[in-house]
């Protein structure tokens, strides 16, 4: 049985010896994850170079996801490296204080205006809501708190307000300069974190394609505002992600579930992909087998609908990253397996504008009702894909492209697998032939199989699709 879910991990000084990156592609990997908000160009450029290496070796397609840092609120730094509060004390923020200068009574904070953008009553969450503050006063350039929920606080951890609310452009000058990076290294997705609305993916869409990308972006979900703007940014963007992190602590833990569900099934009706993140197999880090909870929460996601599942310090920073991508592709095939995984009321009642997408759904609708052992998309842009893959079935999707871009895109896709193959190089009537024969190549057919196919009357046209046939291999 192939795995439809695709696995997104991190990568990090644990998976820098080539070994270990070989063992956890062979493992499952689809994509790959480079976080912006660590490490110098350098060493991003050495792990491209490496996972690419990799994936020729293991003659598979792997996605690249440069993650950019964003606007993340932060206090600064202690004199002493990190301070004790107590519940009751009172505790200062201060937009004045030098960055080097906190103390037991204050500390600094790296975004100025937060003094005029916070109010009396305001909650504050600090160290994804380990540390809680309730704003007392605002003078200047001062918030005075008291202190609700104590603990150890050290330098630079994240702020967040109960409820969201604060504006920070999403887009920083190192945003911007890792986004002519990403262009450099031709990644295939773009990952905005803190994205507000529309206008941040068009910004930086138009910065990705100023550098000369045509990278996907996938809009990261951590803000208030961006739950209650989900539809205009899946609509803008090509696949949101469920950032938990900052927005749970935002939103509150209890309201976290739903939000989730909510999210991935908008994206399924708006026909984008949609990945699930964060602390998804945290205990892995430490520990060679997953928490029971942490089964149920990646299965769970897997029977809402999400095309991927990710890894971030698990695989990054972890001791058994091997181990954690393994975990995670059985519980996900385990999943697959129940019935409500592959069966589908997607779309039965609409009305379809685009020749393609109505070839995208027939294929499918039919796939489900021939007992299809596959289905061949021949595809410049990977839309026809895309499509397929919202329409829940246990059958395979081919996304046959000459395009790398393209086969990039579409290892994100649930249920999609890329494959390297280029249209032009043969005749009209020999290209069903040719196309059945690479995937009876790779044993993905047998002799006997039926197969559809989609494709264009004029090849090498992106939106071009129009037919659909049924062959028998």
Known sequence: MLRRTKIIATLGPATDEIGMLHRIIQAGVNLVRINLSHGTEAAHAKRIEMTRAC???????????????????RIARFKEGAIQLEPGNHFVLDANLGKDDGTEKMVGIDYKELPNQVYQGDILLLDDGLIMLEVIKVRDSKIECVVKLGGKLSNHKGLNRRGGGLTADPLTAKDRQDIIFAASMQADYVALSFTRNAEDIHETRALLEQAGSHAG???????????????????????VMVARGDLGVEIGFAELPAVQKHIISRARALDKAVA????????????????????????????????????????????????????????????????????????????????????????????NHVHAKAIIALTESGSTPLWMSRIRSGIPIYGMSRHKLSRGRMTLYRGVYPVDFD??????????????SALLGMGAVQRGDKVIITKGDIMGDTGGANTMKIVTV
């Open 55 to 73: 994936a020729l070796e293991l003659g598979v397609e792997v996605g690249i996801v440069l993650d950019l840092q964003g606007p993340k609120i």
């Open 217 to 239: 972006i996938m809009a990261k979900i951590e803000r208030v505002e961006a739950v209650n703007a989900i539809d205009e940014i899946i609509q803008s963007s090509d696949c």
């Open 276 to 367: 699930t993140a964060t602390q998804m197999m945290e205990s892995m880090i430490h520990s060679p087998i997953p928490t029971r909870a942490e089964v149920s929460d990646v299965a769970n996601a897997v029977l809402d609908g999400t095309d991927a599942v990710t890894l971030s310090a698990e695989t990054a920073t972890g001791e058994f990253p091997d181990k954690v991508v393994e975990s995670m592709a059985q519980i996900c095939l385990a999943a697959e397996r129940q019935k409500m995984t592959q069966v589908s009321n997607h779309r039965l009642e609409c009305r379809f504008n685009r020749v393609d997408e109505s070839i995208a759904m027939a294929a499918m609708y039919t796939a």
């Open 423 to 436: 249209v032009t190089q043969y005749p009209r009537d020999q290209i069903t032939e040719e196309a059945v």
